[in-house]
């Protein structure tokens, strides 16, 4: 499987809220029926379960625009996965920002800048070690930090803006579209398929007999979560919100979490733990999957609320 293809969407459809028994249905029957290369990131419903929960859990201190956005700030959670297949350039720039494989560049000293990121994949020689090219490892936590910092930025011009302006209107506009969007690849870092080299089946050593088949990805994140999981299932396992002051490492915390978690998940999916046909439903695999998903809404929502309250603070100078 192309590492490029691991965030390809297959469903199309603004389904804000998912507790609807036939919409739960008619997701499952779309992903059991799209091509199985298209299965990748956590999903339609995944990513729509991570986004509405954000708001579900977000403080009271918000700006009230931000509030009535809601149904909007669900739908942008799916929309990068929209973009796929849009043209060799998009594809080949926005692709590895859904994922880090962690193996690739642990021990190193990360920079917060992408580009000193590319010379440092080259001057370390991990691209020659690991047979990689300079986007194969991916980009998610540089892309996370980049849109928090965008965000930040769009809600200081909206203080600075005149109330009831078109600049105000413009500035809302911006933010909500921004906010939405940053939610699919924390939701993104928040499974551990998109923290690994073993992304689509085990690649490494395999004393333990993981699944090494291509299905392993969409059979946890896209078909298990639409025919498991539901907001009302995530919410309960929000954490407390947290004011995040440096969204970088945040964002390197955050897909360490993850990829510690790797193993783990493939223990439950040997022990068939992902498998819809059972019945009832594996608990070890519903916890496993609602605690990712909560994880990522968790963060996402920390990011909002520490982006509005950092803008706060003045630019900071060069």
């Known amino acids: 499987?192309?590492?490029?293809?691991?965030?390809?969407?297959?469903?199309?459809?603004?389904?804000?809220?998912?507790?609807?028994?036939?919409?739960?249905?008619?997701?499952?029957?779309?992903?059991?029926?799209?091509?199985?290369?298209?299965?990748?990131?956590?999903?339609?419903?995944?990513?729509?379960?991570?986004?509405?929960?954000?708001?579900?859990?977000?403080?009271?201190?918000?700006?009230?625009?931000f509030y009535r956005a809601y149904p909007e700030l669900i739908w942008l959670g799916y929309d990068p996965d929209r973009w796929k297949r849009g043209g060799e350039s998009i594809d080949g720039a926005s692709s590895p920002d859904h994922f880090l494989d962690y193996e690739f560049v642990a021990g190193l000293d990360l920079p917060r800048d992408r580009n000193e990121f590319l010379a440092l994949l080259e001057s370390s020689g991990r691209l020659r070690r690991h047979g990689i090219t300079n986007s194969e490892s991916g980009f998610v936590i540089w892309r996370i930090a980049e849109l928090s910092e965008v965000l930040t930025t769009q809600f200081r011009l909206w203080r600075s803006s005149a109330p009831g302006s078109s600049e105000r209107v413009f500035f809302e506009r911006s933010i909500i579209n921004t906010a939405g969007n940053l939610g699919h690849y924390v939701s993104d870092s928040a499974n551990p398929h998109h923290a690994t080299m073993n992304h689509d089946g085990w690649a490494m050593a395999n004393p333990n007999g993981y699944a090494t088949d291509c299905e392993t990805h969409a059979r946890f994140e896209s078909v298990f979560v639409a025919h498991s999981v539901e907001t009302g299932d995530v919410v309960p396992k929000l954490a407390a919100p947290k004011l995040r002051t440096d969204y970088f490492a945040t964002a390197l915390d955050f897909i360490r979490e993850s990829n510690a978690l790797v193993e783990k998940q493939y223990e439950i999916d040997r022990r068939g733990g992902f498998d819809i046909f059972r019945s009832p439903v594996s608990r070890e695999g519903f916890e496993f999957a609602t605690d990712r998903l909560a994880a990522g809404a968790s963060m996402l929502r920390d990011l909002w609320w520490s982006a509005w309250r950092n803008s706060e603070k003045p630019r900071r100078r060069n």
């Not at 293809?5 to 059991?32: H, M």
């Not at 029926?33 to 579900?56: F, K, S």
């Open 1 to 65: 499987m192309n590492r490029a293809a691991r965030s390809n969407g297959t469903l199309q459809g603004f389904i804000p809220r998912l507790e609807s028994a036939f919409v739960k249905r008619l997701l499952l029957v779309l992903l059991l029926i799209a091509p199985a290369t298209a299965a990748y990131a956590w999903g339609e419903a995944g990513h729509y379960i991570a986004n509405d929960a954000a708001t579900r859990g977000l403080p009271n201190d918000m700006p009230h625009f």
